[in-house]
């Protein structure tokens, strides 16, 4: 009997360790989730306000034979638009926004064979195409342009490649 009742004791004790362990990892996972559901995550017009930017910066660069800057541009307009799919896939904004890809492919055409004519062009058909994108999701008044005045008067987009 008092085997029985040792084992018993044991099992006992390990069940309530095993409880007491489960009960801590649950609560770290409930922490865990919490932290996740408050965590920042830009809005999609914070998104589209870097893409924006990028937009004008892009053109200056182009304007200026700046390839190597109008690469760089390029690719923070890509970038964004991929994080916009990572943490925005629940808009249909987000799923239009592929609508842009081929317009993007000729201004990196143009970059890579450092076409000034061509640039203008490309980036002219995506500055329409950003638009006609606007217009099918309800934002047609949120109308871009080709920009005239260098967002930024602090960087110097005439530089040409070092």
Not at 101 to 119: E, G, H, R, V
Request: aromatic share 10%; net charge neutral.
């Amino acid at each position: 009997m008092k085997i029985i009742t040792l084992i018993a004791l044991v099992f006992i004790i390990f069940a309530g360790c095993g409880q007491s362990s489960n009960d801590k990892l649950q609560n770290k996972i409930t922490m865990l989730e919490h932290k996740l559901d408050s965590a920042y995550t830009p809005g999609f017009g914070e998104f589209m306000t870097n893409i924006q930017i990028h937009h004008a910066k892009l053109w200056f660069a182009g304007q200026n034979e700046n390839w190597k800057l109008a690469d760089f541009e390029l690719k923070e307009i890509e970038e964004n638009i991929d994080n916009l799919k990572k943490f925005r896939s629940d808009r249909k904004e987000t799923q239009m926004v592929i609508m842009i890809n081929p317009q993007l492919d000729s201004i990196n055409l143009s970059i890579q064979q450092k076409s000034p004519a061509l640039f203008k062009t490309a980036f002219t058909s995506l500055t329409n195409r950003c638009n006609t994108c606007h217009k099918l999701v309800n934002y047609g008044f949120n109308e871009v342009k080709i920009p005239d005045t260098p967002p930024f008067s602090n960087q110097e987009f005439n530089v040409k490649d070092r």
